[in-house]
């Protein structure tokens, strides 16, 4: 059971649905409680708009990756064993598990940045909070530093830059198989993408703190 939970593509629904289902109940438990008043549900809007727009970071990030190495899916990610021996693996097949990758990889990187965010976003004496508007505009912005690092990530992997990461890459290298440049490049991408990510996710907090204290000098 645990197994199939943690590793199956309805494991996954099911665990995505669980969570979605309780922000739900303590939402509505909240409006119940506190009427206009309550701020409860707008927080988990907010995780859960950045949850979404993870996911969607990552199947799209995958599609492209999955399209430049499909040995980096079929062999680093195991595919092989979902997609059988056949080699290359049957494309359309192989889109629909990378897409899956993307949304296990991201969904929780999404709900962490949320919350980075609600807490630089957290009352405070003297500090106006901002707006959940103005908190998912920023979004964007982590996408955008997330898919910049992920593009230089590539680029590097794609000239060999990224070889002494790992010490299976200078084997690959060598005897040139897996198409290793490309190979490095999906993988720079993957690893660019979780850097800029959180890099973005820093950035917007300290904005957040930035535009908090600057309208409590206008306030004064």
């Known amino acids: 059971m645990f197994d199939w939970l943690i590793h199956t593509d309805r494991g996954l629904l099911l665990r995505i649905a669980v969570g979605v289902t309780v922000l739900a109940i303590l939402a509505i438990s909240d409006l119940n409680r506190a009427g206009k008043a309550a701020t409860r549900w707008r927080e988990y ?5 950045c949850t979404a727009a993870a996911m969607v970071y990552g199947v799209v990030n995958d599609q492209i990756t999955s399209s430049i190495s499909w040995e980096y899916f079929y062999y680093a990610k195991e595919l092989d064993k979902v997609l059988g021996p ?8 192989l889109h629909l598990q990378a897409a899956r990758i993307g949304i296990e990889a991201t969904w929780s990187a999404g709900l962490i940045f949320g919350v980075v965010l609600l807490y630089a976003n957290n009352p405070r004496p003297g500090l106006p909070r901002l707006k959940s508007g103005e908190l998912l505009l920023l979004l964007p912005v982590i996408g ?8 230089i990530g590539g680029y590097l992997g794609f000239n060999g830059s990224l070889v002494q990461l790992q010490s299976e890459f200078a084997g690959m290298v060598e005897g040139n198989y897996w198409h290793p440049y490309r190979f490095m490049c999906a993988w720079g991408v993957h690893l660019g993408g979780y850097a800029g990510g959180a890099i ?3 950035v917007s907090a300290a904005r957040v703190m930035q535009v908090r204290s600057l309208r409590r000098e206008e306030s004064i």
Do not use: H, N
């Not at 955008?144 to 593009?151: E, I, P």
């Open 45 to 49: 809007v907010i995780l859960l708009a």
């Open 86 to 93: 056949i080699v290359p693996p049957d494309a359309v097949a």
């Open 144 to 151: 955008l530093f997330a898919a910049v690092f992920g593009a």
């Open 200 to 202: 973005g996710t820093i």
